[in-house]
């Protein structure tokens, strides 16, 4: 079942997300729910607040792996870069957001085994970025006060429910498929296009 993403202004994105205690049949439903709401959305990373759920669960498909995230929490992180960032809950708007360059987190998966992985680029971001939405913050959060200012005005269109306008046309299918192309690296570090998460 594909789930409607809440936007900026929404309580549920703002409020602190409870851990998940039992792994049973509504959780692994409430996953496949997430990965097809995020997929629709073309996003990379969904955390279950953005659909209005407030526990700790995040999913992340990078380069075509997809990860389930129970109960995660970053061990360790370093390093520090600055890449555009975009997010679901957001839609249009993208900013430059600074974050550790490298993490190691660990999180429980959908067979209750505990796991750690160690991560970079986009893969570090997308963590950081969705650990953050099952604390009820949002990247707006983590740009400077007097650049929040100066997008007040779309801040407010979001709030409204509106979509920004993107220059880069992210609703255009070939034009999202020829971004991944271009990424030969394996490894995408949001050049033009950011990838939502
Ligand atoms: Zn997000």
Do not use: W, Y
Not at 159 to 169: F, I, K, Q, R, V
């Amino acid at each position: 079942m594909i789930h409607r993403i809440l936007h900026l202004g929404e309580e549920a994105l703002r409020r602190d997300s409870e851990p998940i205690t039992a792994i049973d049949d509504k959780l692994r439903v409430l996953v496949v729910d997430m990965f097809e709401t995020m997929h629709k959305a073309r996003g990379v990373g969904l955390a279950a607040p953005q659909i209005g759920i407030n526990k700790r669960l995040m999913i992340i498909d990078v380069d075509e792996h997809p990860l389930v995230f129970i109960n995660p929490e970053i061990i360790r992180k370093s390093g520090k870069e600055t890449c555009e960032e975009g997010c679901l809950s957001l839609p249009g708007l993208r900013e430059n957001v600074s974050r550790a360059t490298k993490v190691l987190a660990n999180a429980i998966d959908l067979d209750g085994k505990s796991f750690e992985i160690e991560a970079e680029g986009l893969l570090a971001r997308a963590i950081q970025h969705e650990i953050d939405h099952l604390d009820g913050v949002l990247f707006i959060d983590r740009i400077s006060k007097a650049r929040r200012i100066q997008i007040k005005r779309d801040l407010e269109r979001l709030e409204a429910g509106e979509t920004l306008e993107s220059p880069d046309a992210e609703d255009d299918p070939d034009e999202a498929a020829s971004d991944n192309e271009a990424n030969t690296s394996g490894q995408h570090t949001g050049a033009s296009t950011p990838a939502l998460i």
